[in-house]
């Protein structure tokens, strides 16, 4: 699941710096840090739920 979420946001991140998405607050190329920051808080809470629950 982390792999999975891992390679989506990337792919983001990269379509985001080659031709922005025109989300609010994706609007430049610029701002491709803030779906970095992004990755990283779901993945972080991805790998805590994974802990809880022990799979």
């Known amino acids: 699941m982390t792999k ?4 989506l946001l ?6 985001q710096i080659i031709k922005p998405l ?3 607050g994706l ?7 803030k779906l970095a920051l992004f990755a ?6 991805a790998l805590i739920l994974r802990e809880l629950t022990g799979t």
């Open 22 to 24: 025109g989300l609010p």
């Open 27 to 33: 609007r430049r190329r610029a701002d491709f840090w």
């Open 40 to 45: 990283f808080a779901l993945w972080s809470a």
């Open 4 to 7: 999975a979420i891992a390679v």
């Open 10 to 15: 990337m792919l983001a991140m990269i379509a």
